[in-house]
C-alpha cells in the first residue's frame, strides 16, 4: 500500500478530514479498490508559488512596505 493509500484510508477511517496530494495521483489512486465512491477529489487546485522582489540597498520604503 502505498502512502496515498494510507492517507485515503485515513479519510475514509475518519482519521482525517482531507488529503492533500498530485492530482493524478490522487484521481488514479480514488478509483483503485478498495475506494471505489466513497471518496471525491475535487477540481479545485491548491499550489505553491514562491515569488521574490528585488529593488535597489537602501530602498527602506519599500523594504517596510514589502515587510
Do not use: W
Amino acid at each position: 500500500m502505498s502512502n496515498v493509500d494510507a492517507g485515503i484510508g485515513d479519510v475514509i477511517d475518519r482519521k482525517a478530514n482531507v488529503m492533500f496530494a498530485e492530482r493524478s495521483i490522487l484521481l488514479a489512486a480514488a478509483t483503485r479498490a478498495p475506494f471505489g465512491d466513497q471518496v471525491t477529489v475535487l477540481d479545485r487546485r491548491f499550489t505553491y508559488a514562491p515569488v521574490a522582489i528585488g529593488f535597489a540597498k537602501g530602498e527602506d520604503d519599500l523594504r517596510l512596505v514589502v515587510d
